[in-house]
């Protein structure tokens, strides 16, 4: 009796098995797609440029004082030039410490709408797995998965599309 109900047990499970759906995307196309990571992108190369003429204005301005300074450095009293190379080191170091804000705050800027952007992808991916009834959707983009048999598994990068309301 224990080896038929044995054997009854070990021909059901395969078929369970293949009751389960898998799933599988790949965010990596599918950001490129999002209205709202193109948006991020403009935004963020906005934001670049406006730092960059920031930091082009105080190189300019940098370097007309130091060739001022350059051009009457030998006449200058020893006390004036003193004083004109502090303020050409207080500018360098005003110039060096506000490129360093510039990268910080991009990079702060570009997490934050990314951030932003992944929470509404992860919700998009959530849904079309409670929807089509998936015990988990693997995202081949993120690495975490060393083999998705995609043979085996539903693409549901034209569900989360349509979810998202992308074409």
Known sequence: MKKILMMAMLMIAPICMFGQKFGH????????????????????????????EEI?????EYNNKLQDYEKQASTLPDNIRARREQE???????????YQQCEVNLQNKSAELMNSISTKLTKAIESVGQEGGYICIFDLAGGAVPFVNTTLTTDVTHTVKAKLGIQ
């Open 25 to 52: 995307i790949n965010s990596a196309d599918l950001l490129p797609l999002m209205p709202e990571y193109t948006q991020a992108q403009t935004d963020l190369q906005t934001l670049q440029s406006q730092f960059e």
């Open 88 to 98: 050409l080191i207080e500018l360098q170091e005003k110039l060096a410490n506000y």
């Open 56 to 60: 082009k204005l105080m190189q300019t």
